[in-house]
Nanobody, 124 residues
Framework: QVQLVEFGGGLVQAGGSLRLSCAVSEGTFSSFFMGWFRQAAGKDREFVARISATGVRTSYADSVKGRFTISRDNAKSTVYLQMNSLKPDDTAVYYC?????????????????WGRGTQVTVSS
């Protein structure tokens, strides 16, 4: 059974940085398309970033473009989200998600596997 576990959340001051990791167990990670999503209190889950199976293609939500970087290490079955210049508006629970159906998508409905999330809190 495919399992995703996120690491690296925490409390940081505005302007600071955090790196989230998502370790995937089971399945052929190198065939997984991966995404990061977030959900702030009282809001819907929203797309943050996505990466293709090989890592060649990446894209970002406008709100994080230029500040966040998604990457992956297929040898370690892990996807990362480097977050720089954090803002209070980035406060949310961050989820990683994966699919092995070749969906390079911003739509959370395209992802079959989800982690439980990690809390990121940015203080002003």
């Amino acid at each position: 059974q495919v399992q995703l576990v996120e690491f690296g959340g925490g409390l940081v001051q505005a302007g600071g940085s955090l790196r989230l990791s998502c370790a995937v167990s089971e399945g052929t990670f190198s065939s997984f398309f991966m995404g990061w999503f977030r959900q702030a209190a009282g809001k819907d889950r929203e797309f943050v970033a996505r990466i293709s199976a090989t890592g060649v293609r990446t894209s970002y939500a406008d709100s994080v473009k230029g500040r966040f970087t998604i990457s992956r290490d297929n040898a370690k079955s892990t996807v990362y989200l480097q977050m720089n210049s954090l803002k209070p508006d980035d406060t949310a629970v961050y989820y990683c998600a994966g699919n092995n159906k070749f969906y390079y998508s911003e739509d959370p409905e395209s992802y079959d596997y989800w982690g439980r999330g990690t809390q990121v809190t940015v203080s002003s």
